[in-house]
């Protein structure tokens, strides 16, 4: 079982480290802040793997024995607990290494694969209702010292297609308009479709959305949401 709250505590601390705590406030306390759900088709991820080689980093899925292993080891304590947590919810993920560091991660959560897992709630406030082939991409982190050179922007789409290769369609996620490398990364190099704006207030792990999302099924215009990440 997880520590949730020394998880939290430690991922607050190393955010503040890498951050400020400016930046903290913005992230965890915030009113009517735009979120934007977009759509990848898989069709159109090309491979990419040989780039991020050229910079000596490699890729893997992330499973509970790699993590065993004590072969490789997280740059930061936080994403090694949150990837603790993920699997122990039966979500799935891929990591970049480096020199046996795991300098990024990023998660993908299928409902059709469930199998005694545990519900991503963040379907919930988004309104969407995945189809059979798609899945809910989340958390892409990669390490500050390595965002250059494109490699966050490859690590996504590298993703994407090994998700297309295990068969997906589609893939959804969300963005923040404010979050410049996301909105980069994401709709302009890697070609992700918007599909709807939404406005969302947080303090802390308490959220409130406004707006309605057509994905997949219609809600009502107002909700109010505790994150389950």
Same mark, same amino acid.
Request: no cysteine; charged share 30%.
């Given at each position: 079982m997880i520590d949730l709250f020394k998880m939290r505590c430690i991922q607050i601390l190393e955010f503040i480290k890498s951050n400020g705590v400016s930046s903290f406030r913005? @992230?965890?306390a915030f009113v009517n802040r735009k979120a934007v759900i977009v759509m990848k088709d898989?069709?159109?991820?090309?491979?990419?793997?040989?780039?991020?080689?050229?910079?000596?980093?490699?890729?893997? @899925? %992330? $499973?509970?024995?790699i993590l065993s292993m004590n072969k490789y080891h997280h740059a930061f304590k936080n994403r090694y607990f949150k990837a603790l947590h993920y699997l122990s919810k039966g979500y799935e993920g891929h990591a970049?290494?480096?020199?046996? $560091? %795991? %300098?990024?991660?990023?998660?993908?959560?299928?409902?059709?694969?469930?199998?005694?897992?545990?519900?991503?709630?963040?379907?919930?406030?988004?309104?969407? *209702?995945?189809?059979e082939g798609a899945v809910y991409s989340f958390d892409i982190f990669v390490i500050p010292s390595e965002r250059g050179n494109n490699v966050s922007s490859t690590f996504q789409n590298n993703t994407m297609y090994s998700l297309r290769n295990k068969g997906y369609t589609r893939a959804y996620a969300y963005y923040w308009t404010d979050n410049v490398p996301a909105v980069w990364n994401t709709k302009v190099i890697n070609k992700w479709k918007e599909l709807e704006k939404l406005s969302v207030s947080?303090?802390?792990?308490?959220? *409130?959305? $406004?707006?309605?999302?057509? %994905?997949?099924?219609?809600?009502? $215009?107002?909700?109010?949401?505790?994150?389950?990440?």
């Open positions: 913005r @992230e965890y898989l069709h159109e991820a090309p491979d990419r793997y040989d780039y991020l080689s050229r910079f000596d980093i490699d890729s893997m @899925e %992330i $499973t509970p024995e970049i290494i480096k020199e046996n $560091t %795991i %300098i990024g991660d990023m998660w993908y959560f299928d409902p059709h694969k469930l199998n005694g897992g545990t519900y991503h709630r963040d379907l919930d406030w988004l309104g969407i *209702r995945l189809p947080r303090f802390f792990w308490y959220r *409130r959305v $406004t707006g309605k999302s057509v %994905i997949g099924h219609h809600r009502g $215009t107002e909700s109010a949401e505790k994150t389950g990440t």
